[in-house]
Each structure stands twice: as C-alpha cells, then as structure tokens.
C-alpha cells in the first residue's frame, strides 16, 4: 500500500524517527528538573538525531570503527581507576563524561549497511523483554525525578541514582559500578562482534 504524500513528506523530516522523541522527551526533563547542564548535553544530542533522521548529516557518516579489544579493556580501566580515585561531581569526572560521550558517538554513528538479519523468535522475545524492562526504569526515573521536584524531596520519591549513592560514596562501589557501566556500554555497542 503506497502512502500518502504527507506521510512521507513528515517522514522526511526525521520527526518520526523515535530516538527524536525520546532524547527530545529526556531533555524537557532536564528544563523542568532546572538541570542547564544536561539540558545542554540531551538538546545537542536531541538536534543532532533530528539532522540525521532527516537526512541532513548522511554524508559526515563514516564505515562502523573496529577499535581493537585491546584499546577496549585499556580504556575501561583507565576510566574506571581514574573516575574511582576523583570525587564524584567535580570537574575531572565531568571532563571525562564528555570524552565518553564524544568516542559513544564516533563508536555507534556509522553508515547503514543494508538489510538486517530478521531475529529468531527466542531473540525476538529477548528484544521485547528487555524493552518492557526499559520502559518501566524510564517511567520510574521519570515519575520520580517529577515528583520529587514538586515535592522538593529527593527520598520521598527516590530516583536509582538516589538509591545507588550510598554504594557509590566508596572509591571501591564507586569504581566498581565504573566499570560494570562501561562493559554494559561496550556490550550495548556491540564493540566485542567481529563480524
């Protein structure tokens, strides 16, 4: 079935894509949570998907990186030693979330290659679990970081950072969740296939 010409045109726009709306969604928390900081970071990240979706930045796409496993395992442990060691908040920890965000992005922004492999229904069924689990960590952060800003409390409705801050007031929890954070990053990244 041919769609109608306004579908397409709208579709066009990158509007629909919904990567669009979710950092577009993420950044409207950050204005109400009064966080200029991450607005900034989440409104860069939300123009930047928007100009791709629509086509605009096609050509700055490159081939997929392949950094070796080695560069992999170095970097996850020279971010881990050095984030464990530096108080958390300060201008150090701050650099370096930056740096990370910068390599994320040269890491997944890569050039499409063709159609994708169709998954089994056992990978199927994976997908959609681990989807129904992100969307119920999304509302729960959302849900509380708006309620705690209307209550002006942070343990009345207590987001997961909240939560995790006593394991993470230690050099030993702080490093440790360092690392599990980056090897779930390396894993979402799909940096170990070498297909």
């Known amino acids: ?13 990158g509007v629909l894509n919904p990567w669009v709306w ?35 930045l096609d050509h700055t796409l490159g081939e997929r990186p392949r950094p070796s496993r080695y560069a992999i395992i170095a970097l996850v442990l020279v971010v881990t030693i050095t ?54 960590v999304t509302a729960w952060e959302f849900g509380a970081n708006i309620l ?3 209550n002006n409390s942070l343990t009345t409705h207590p987001t997961i950072s909240v939560l995790i801050d006593p394991l993470l007031d230690t050099q030993l929890g702080q490093a440790g969740f360092v690392a599990l954070w980056l090897f779930i990053g390396v894993g979402l990244l799909g940096l170990w296939e070498r297909k």
């Open 148 to 150: 705690g800003q209307l």
């Open 1 to 13: 079935m041919k769609e109608h010409p306004v579908v397409v045109a709208v579709r066009r726009t």
């Open 83 to 136: 984030l464990g060691i530096f108080p958390r908040h300060g201008v150090v920890h701050g650099s370096i979330l930056i740096a990370l965000l910068a390599i994320s992005l040269w890491l997944l922004w890569y050039k499409d290659r063709g159609p994708k492999e169709k998954a089994d229904p056992r990978m199927a069924r994976s997908k959609n679990i681990w989807k129904v689990f992100c969307l119920a």
């Open 22 to 56: 979710v950092f577009g969604i993420t950044m409207a928390l950050q204005v109400f949570r009064g966080s200029m900081f991450d607005t900034v970071i989440f409104g860069l990240c939300t123009g930047a998907i928007w100009l791709s979706a629509a086509g605009v």
